[in-house]
């Protein structure tokens, strides 16, 4: 899976791309990120990314161009390419979703913006040359700082369905918000060591060995919401 970021404050991901399986799947090349500034399309002198709203109102907004401009830039050649604007929508990002960017793309361009807003002439062009392959998604009805944040845990939970990049994959295959129980259920309660926390102790069945009763347990603490 490739990634492409479009953000005016790259260095954001530095972190990010370094600990942990994100880290170790960059390495092993089952993931690739590409962080994309626009501010470097940007024509003039001072390389300035935004500018005041037509008609009134307050903070500045991202200008299309670079944006549009940075997205240009990208290969796309023989590719299935999704690209995901991030902002307030009414379509809310799920497990779902995640399943369906893994399975159906090759590469993924998430747009991050700052400030008041960005030029709605970037969504225009984005839905006139991507058509359905172009969705605005929110994470929830929340506003962040930046959209940064939000495309970190769209990279997370869609890099861990790649394979290989979680050596167990029955660790994602059976989980909470499963697309075959129609995103509708919790993954049973687990525990480990020591047998006894604070005077809760582990459920005798799961100290029986008997993994037929462990299935039974579990499948009936297997919540449907």
């Known amino acids: 899976m490739n990634y492409h970021i479009i953000s005016i404050f790259?260095?954001?991901?530095?972190?990010?791309?370094?600990?942990?399986?994100?880290?170790?799947?960059?390495?092993?090349k089952k993931i690739f990120v590409h962080l994309i500034n626009p501010r470097d399309f940007c024509s003039d002198k001072h390389k300035q990314i935004d500018d005041e709203p037509y008609g009134w109102g307050a903070g500045m907004l991202?200008?299309?161009?670079?944006?549009?401009?940075?997205?240009?830039?990208?290969?796309?050649?023989?590719?299935?390419?999704?690209?995901?604007?991030?902002?307030?929508?009414?379509?809310?990002?799920?497990?779902?979703?995640?399943?369906?960017?893994?399975?159906?793309?090759?590469?993924?361009?998430?747009?991050c913006w700052r400030y008041e807003g960005l030029d709605n002439?970037?969504?225009?062009?984005?839905?006139?040359?991507?058509?359905?392959?172009?969705?605005?998604?929110?994470?929830?009805?929340?506003?962040?700082?930046?959209?940064?944040?939000?495309?970190m845990s769209i990279i997370e939970s869609t890099a861990r369905l790649v394979s290989g990049v979680i050596k167990e994959?029955?660790?994602?295959?059976?989980?909470?918000?499963?697309?075959?129980?129609?995103?509708?259920?919790?993954?049973?309660?687990?525990?480990?060591?020591?047998?006894?926390?604070e005077w809760f102790e582990v459920p005798e069945v799961l100290l029986s060995g008997h993994h037929e009763e462990i299935r039974k347990w579990r499948e009936d603490k297997w919540k449907n919401l």
């Open 121 to 151: 002439r970037v969504r225009l062009w984005c839905q006139k040359e991507f058509d359905t392959n172009f969705t605005n998604i929110s994470l929830g009805q929340y506003i962040t700082l930046w959209w940064e944040v939000p495309a």
């Open 169 to 197: 994959e029955v660790s994602w295959q059976q989980e909470s918000y499963r697309p075959e129980q129609w995103m509708n259920n919790i993954e049973y309660p687990q525990y480990t060591r020591p047998q006894e926390v």
């Open 10 to 28: 790259p260095e954001i991901f530095d972190s990010f791309l370094s600990v942990s399986l994100i880290s170790k799947a960059v390495q092993d």
């Open 62 to 111: 991202i200008k299309a161009q670079p944006v549009i401009d940075a997205i240009k830039s990208i290969d796309m050649k023989n590719k299935k390419v999704s690209v995901i604007l991030l902002s307030p929508s009414e379509t809310v990002y799920n497990q779902s979703i995640a399943h369906k960017i893994v399975d159906e793309y090759t590469d993924l361009i998430l747009i």
